[in-house]
């Protein structure tokens, strides 16, 4: 499990996180997404090494960066803020890339997700049993926030930010026109980070906690899998683009149904997967069928609509 855990981790660090960067907001968190690879670098040989003193600190440095990362969150929720009472930008819509209300809500979740990854990562990769967490627990917590907290989130958002657009020109050319499209994509915008948010809380109360958290999550999840296929897909300028949004939406339906499985069968005690068994299956699911998915395909998108 550890070998696979790794990878999945290593393809978040170095790709997903700086591509998801660049498409929350293009222009400011610039910066931000050129230098990543340098600490992801550092955070991803941690993962290969014993754990000790060299492990640790390579993962600090990469905690130093996320953390750096979550700074940016509190200032573009007051920036969705002031320009809500403003009334948006000039010609009384906000620009693209920040849309203020659930859509903001869930990209500066996404802002914040790598940050829990890195604290976790720290203490397993120095043995240290973090809030009393087995280390397998909290291996297991760094895959969980760089993609249920960070992907599932920016794509959340970025799919509640196609339909706040809309008619305008997005990202898609095919913005959240159907009936009850625009309250779904605002419910995955605040579900998924509420859902994130209450299985992270399960940890510390209790197994039932956890599943509430995780039909909560689900939901969202199905939400985005829903327009995605229903409202994006459709307006995919060319058949690789479309595959690639078809693909995330279709595997989120398997992959949080196992979800679903074994965080029932943790509180109720009935038969459920291993965490090795779902780390093969929910885990490269999502990272790769949802997460590198659902990244490619709106890093088309983008570009399409930039050109």
């Given at each position: 499990?550890?070998?696979?855990v790794?990878?999945i ?16 907001d ?61 009334g ?8 693209r ?147 690639l ?61 930039a050109?």
């Open positions: 499990m550890t070998v696979l790794n990878l981790v290593t393809l978040g660090m170095l790709y997903v996180v700086p591509a998801g960067l660049r498409l929350i293009p222009a400011g968190l610039r910066t931000a997404a050129r230098l990543w690879p340098v600490p992801a670098a550092l955070g991803a040989l941690c993962l290969w090494l014993p754990r000790g003193i060299p492990a640790t600190v390579l993962a600090a440095l990469y905690a130093a960066a996320a953390l750096a990362l979550a700074t940016r969150a509190p200032a573009r929720l007051l920036e969705a803020r002031r320009r809500s009472r403003a948006g930008s000039a010609g009384g819509a906000p620009p890339t920040t849309v203020s209300g659930p859509a903001e809500v869930a990209v500066c979740t996404a802002l914040v997700s790598p940050s829990i990854a890195a604290a976790a990562l720290v203490a397993e990769r120095a043995g240290y049993r973090l809030f009393g967490f087995d280390l397998d627990i909290l291996a297991l917590t760094v895959p969980h926030f760089h993609f249920a907290g960070f992907t599932a989130a920016l794509v959340a958002g970025l799919v509640c930010r196609a339909g706040a657009t809309a008619p305008a020109t997005t990202a898609t050319t095919a913005p959240a026109t159907a009936p009850g499209a625009a309250g779904l994509s605002r419910w995955a915008a605040y579900s998924v980070p509420g859902g994130t948010l209450l299985v992270l809380l399960g940890y510390f109360v209790d197994d039932w906690a956890e599943l509430a958290g995780a039909v909560v999550l689900t939901t969202g999840m199905w939400a985005v899998a829903l327009l995605t296929w229903r409202d994006i897909r459709p307006g995919a300028r060319d058949r690789t683009t479309g595959a949004l078809g693909s995330s939406a279709a595997v989120l339906v398997a992959t949080m149904l196992l979800a679903l499985w074994w965080a029932a069968g943790e509180a109720t005690g009935i038969a459920h997967p291993t965490l090795t068994w779902m780390a093969a299956t929910h885990g490269l699911g999502n990272a790769l069928g949802f997460a590198l998915c659902s990244v490619l395909a709106w890093r088309r998108l983008s570009r399409l609509s050109g």
